[in-house]
């Protein structure tokens, strides 16, 4: 595990309890209201999906299941000021770094491909106290992203879906954690990706809380999140 990695986690108790999409069941997702709602609640993580427009500005959107997130993948093609008009109001990477807290990592989820390490590094630099983890869908974007904007950051692969033995063969050196599916969780996986000094992150979805404690249990080194992080019940499951 990487020095960097494990400064993020030091002292922190497990499993971590991450925001996503900012907190979205305390205000709309990815945003200002959502952050500043949830950070009472003291979450490890906040996860946020970072988009970009036609006039180069990082903003903050997913988009609903399933139109929605169809949807989002052409606002490259507009210029933020149209995209607010489109879907109303809209924070950017900006905006949102400067609401997060320094001592809660902040976990960004790229989804545009068009955004390059010039554009993240015009804003994260503006935060250097920040403890910021980088997630990708492809690996070499993501070994892009690591040659460009070097090792100060904390790497993630987001569920390697078809080429699971390409990603395993491939990824040493530039994932720092891989997030499976649970269908995934088999033992010589788990320990091939550790083999390569990657940690393994469990994805939510399908998986009922008993059985992550249960997988928690068995592998020390995974990281469980909660969607939409119902703050105020996590916290009481986690005490």
Same mark, same amino acid.
């Given at each position: ?6 400064? @993020?986690?030091?002292g922190r108790k497990m499993p971590l309890v991450m ?13 200002? %209201?959502?952050? &500043?709602? @949830? ?14 427009? &036609? ?9 609903? /299941? ?5 949807? @989002? ?99 040493k050196g530039i994932a720092d954690i891989v997030q ?7 033992? &010589? ?9 990657i940690e393994v992150h469990l994805a939510h979805w399908?998986?009922?809380?008993? &059985? ?16 939409? /992080? ?6 009481? %499951? /986690?005490?």
């Amino acid at each position: 595990m990487r020095s960097i990695l494990i400064k @993020s986690i030091n002292g922190r108790k497990m499993p971590l309890v991450m925001a996503h999409m900012g907190g979205l069941s305390h205000g709309r997702p990815n945003s200002i %209201q959502a952050i &500043r709602n @949830s950070t009472k609640y003291n979450p490890d993580i906040f996860e946020i999906d970072v988009r970009k427009s &036609r006039d180069n500005i990082l903003f903050c959107h997913h988009g609903s /299941l399933p139109f929605g997130i169809i949807f @989002s993948q052409i606002l490259f093609l507009f210029r933020f000021n149209f995209i607010v008009k489109l879907l109303g109001q809209i924070n950017t990477l900006d905006e949102i770094l400067e609401a997060i807290p320094q001592n809660i990592i902040v976990y960004l989820d790229i989804k545009s491909g068009y955004i390059t390490s010039d554009d993240l590094l015009k804003v994260i630099n503006k935060y250097p106290a920040h403890q910021i983890w980088m997630a990708a869908y492809n690996l070499n974007y993501l070994k892009r992203l690591r040659a460009k904007l070097g090792e100060n950051y904390v790497y993630v692969f987001n569920r390697p879906i078809v080429f699971l033995n390409h990603f395993l063969n491939n990824s040493k050196g530039i994932a720092d954690i891989v997030q499976l599916f649970i269908w995934q969780w088999k033992e &010589r996986v788990v320990q091939k990706v550790n083999s390569n000094g990657i940690e393994v992150h469990l994805a939510h979805w399908f998986v009922p809380l008993s &059985r992550k404690y249960i997988i928690g249990k068995k592998y020390n080194n995974i990281w469980l999140t909660y969607d939409d /992080l119902r703050l105020t019940q996590t916290s009481k %499951q /986690l005490s």
